[in-house]
């Protein structure tokens, strides 16, 4: 990012230059975003358990605000699935689904999660997106795909079914699936097994009759439209309300109204973690889609000026009657794939949306909910991700116990706890790690001045000396490990006289490590040995200096491991 007004509004920055041909593709990816974002709007709403309208007035002014702040080009922000899962979960704490306290504690809730994530903005924690890692995000994101594919079944069925967790889901629909509406049923499985044939077959079929694969690719994505028409039209058509068909109902025409969200102590301090951990985790997936999306161009984006830009979308939200929003994974890939060259593209998609509830929502009436159903449950299948699991077990079996974690608890207990156990496994895993950092004894590979593990490769070493690397910074986590290693490598070689730690790796020595090494290098002295250090970089070095470590060091620091290796060689001719 440059500097500068710049830095703060980076339209300052693409708007540079922008011509005919900019405009063009910009407008193109708009409308094909505004298509495929009307059906996930409503679908995302109903899984928040919201009015449809409000999930077409959280598809407006957010996309206006993060277009203003965002560093990404083609991030597309809106509602989405595990927000909105996760929304759902914390306003039905304290309010009564289908209530107006309900939607007035969602629209608190995206004001809450603006303020939050702005703060965190301009206190510069963008490194919260390093928080969670990968394997723990995706077992997370896992988990909340299988319980919101769950939780619509209930709307595929036609029955009422509740709960949070897998097993308050499946209960209740094993309690009540006796009670399925047939009609209901039928339209649901016919819009699942569309939409999937859509995603995979369309396509090819498009191909395969002269349409370019892009093109191509572009008219499946417009695939819920098509069965929404379809659906409604038959259920029009059909009577299905007079059937007891669940529809989407009366959906007000209208541009949303500007108003304050309601502040209620009581309530703000109910969804304040809620809404802290819907903050966290819409960053870190914003994030890594926006990240992931640059990369492909060779363009950056700056973490803390994106949580300012999601901070301004929520509460944009909030001020226009929405519920959280984040960067979609999904939508943002089309708007990329459509060819949208800066967020002039968001601005246009949110224009049409804008239009589309100022005179398209009459025809929602009839609309059935298992239709919307039937798209999140589809949306949320690209979600789930096994792949990962399997990966993590073949790799790293630390890994795989947090990200297995993850899930469990996500499906056992609920998304929020869930998140909690992500955190906390993640820091955990962290800590492992660093722990135990990898300490290794090392020589000189024959004919060459580097030094390898002595258990990996044939090298050569000398009795008096040993040569330790120690593979991680040096602080209070892996201090006591540190010194029981060296003490133990030690005890194995009762010729050595002189210890070498090689530091290359060791970008910090904290107060603790710095009394690890104190007491090393006393129990060394008190046995007739010296304790040297080798390749200290130059900032820890600096603080060393600033101690009298290395006035009562019993032996030397050199500049790299070959020259203390060589003098030390000397010494014991």
């Not at 301004?312 to 979609?328: D, L, Q, R």
């Not at 298992?370 to 991700?385: F, G, K, M, Y």
């Not at 201090?479 to 290693?485: G, I, P, R, T, V």
Request: proline content about 4%.
């Amino acid at each position: 990012m440059n500097g500068g007004p710049a830095r703060f509004l980076p339209p300052l920055q693409w708007l540079r230059g922008y011509g005919g041909a900019t405009l063009a593709s910009d407008l193109l990816a708009a409308v094909i975003v505004t298509i495929m974002l009307i059906p996930q709007s409503l679908a995302y709403a109903l899984l928040a358990g919201l009015p449809p309208e409000m999930g077409l007035y959280a598809s407006i002014l957010p996309l206006i605000a993060y277009a203003l702040f965002g560093t990404s080009r083609t991030l597309s922000v809106g509602p989405v699935a595990v927000a909105s899962l996760m929304t759902a979960t914390a306003v039905g704490k304290v309010a009564e689904a289908g209530t107006a306290d309900y939607a007035s504690a969602a629209v608190a809730m995206a004001l809450m999660s603006g303020l939050m994530l702005a703060a965190m903005g301009l206190l510069r924690f963008g490194a919260l997106a390093n928080l969670l890692s990968h394997p723990v995000v995706s077992g997370f994101i896992t988990a909340s795909g299988i319980i919101i594919a769950l939780s619509q079944l209930r709307h595929i069925l036609g029955i009422e079914a509740h709960g949070e967790t897998l097993l308050d889901l499946g209960h209740s629909l094993l309690a009540h699936v006796a009670a399925f509406n047939s009609l209901t049923l039928a339209t649901g499985m016919a819009a699942l097994l569309f939409l999937f044939w859509v995603r995979r077959g369309l396509a090819p079929l498009l191909t395969r009759a002269g349409l370019p694969a892009a093109t191509a690719g572009m008219v499946a994505k417009a695939g819920p439209v098509l069965i929404i028409v379809l659906t409604t039209l038959a259920s029009y058509l059909g009577g299905f309300e007079a059937q007891d068909v669940a529809v989407v109902g009366t959906v007000p025409s209208g541009l949303p109204a500007f108003s304050t969200p309601v502040f209620d102590a009581e309530l703000w301090s109910e969804l304040a973690v809620s809404a802290l951990l819907v903050s966290i985790i819409g960053f870190v997936e914003s994030v890594s889609v926006g990240r992931t999306l640059a990369a492909k161009r060779r363009q950056t984006i700056d973490a803390n000026q994106e949580l300012l830009a999601l901070g301004a979308a929520n509460i944009a939200s909030g001020v226009s009657s929405g519920f959280p929003v984040t960067g979609g994974f999904s939508r943002s890939v089309v708007n990329f794939d459509a060819g949208a060259e800066t967020q002039l593209a968001s601005v246009f998609t949110a224009a049409g949306i804008a239009l589309a509830a100022l005179f398209l929502t009459p025809v929602l009436y009839f609309l059935p909910q298992a239709t919307l159903a039937a798209t999140i449950i589809v949306a949320v299948t690209s979600l789930i991700d096994w792949g990962t699991v399997r990966l993590a077990w073949r790799y790293s079996r630390s890994d795989f116990i947090a990200v297995t974690a993850t899930i469990v608890v996500t499906l056992a207990l609920g998304v929020e706890l869930g998140v909690l156990a992500g955190i906390i496994a993640s820091i955990a895993l962290h800590l492992h790690k660093t722990s135990r950092p990898h300490i290794a004894v090392v020589g000189t590979v024959p004919g060459t001045e580097h030094y390898r593990n002595v258990e990996r490769h044939e090298v050569v070493t000398y009795p008096g000396i040993v040569s330790i690397r120690v593979d991680e910074s040096l602080y209070f986590v892996n201090a006591a490990y540190l010194e029981s290693a060296i003490y133990a490598i030690v005890a194995a070689r009762p010729e050595v006289q002189h210890v070498v730690l090689q530091c290359a790796a060791v970008n910090e020595i904290d107060l603790s490590a710095l009394e690890a090494l104190e007491n090393i290098d006393h129990r060394l002295r008190e046995r007739g040995m010296q304790l040297h250090l080798s390749e200290v970089k130059g900032p820890v070095m600096d603080g060393l200096k600033r101690t009298d470590f290395l006035e009562h060091l019993s032996g030397d620091v050199f500049l790299s491991h070959h020259q203390a290796v060589e003098a030390l060689r000397d010494r014991q001719d």
